[in-house]
């Protein structure tokens, strides 16, 4: 199994518990999640570019993951969602360089050829 998939697995699996277990702290923050990518004077397609560089700059790879995914569903294009991690890459300069070879492989699961 790829490590995207089962990237994909986990969160799926986590996200199960923590509504199972009732958390109040996860469910504030799902409803924090719904209200800062929903459309607004920026679309929600604009705040997941913007949450694609940032992950790129913070490196988290469930981050870039996802980022990348809900961008794609909102329409964003192959092109978009590369410039996005360009803006991560110059944010975070070479660190940020490293880490954006994640984001080329989720790309690549997203967008396949």
Not at 39 to 46: D, I, R, V
Request: aromatic residues 8%; contains cysteine; charged residues 25%.
């Amino acid at each position: 199994m790829s490590k995207l998939k089962e990237m994909s697995i986990r969160r799926a699996e986590a996200h199960a518990q923590l509504l199972a277990l009732d958390s109040k702290v996860y469910k504030a923050f799902l409803d924090m999640e719904r209200a800062a990518f929903s459309n607004g004077e920026l679309t929600k397609q604009f705040k997941e570019l913007i949450a694609i560089g940032i992950s790129v700059v913070i490196n988290c790879e469930s981050c870039m993951q996802w980022h990348i995914e809900q961008a794609a569903k909102a329409g964003a294009s192959k092109r978009q969602v590369f410039e996005a991690v360009e803006v991560g890459i110059e944010m975070g300069g070479g660190p940020a360089t490293a880490h954006a070879r994640f984001a080329l492989d989720v790309m690549a699961d997203v967008f396949p050829a």
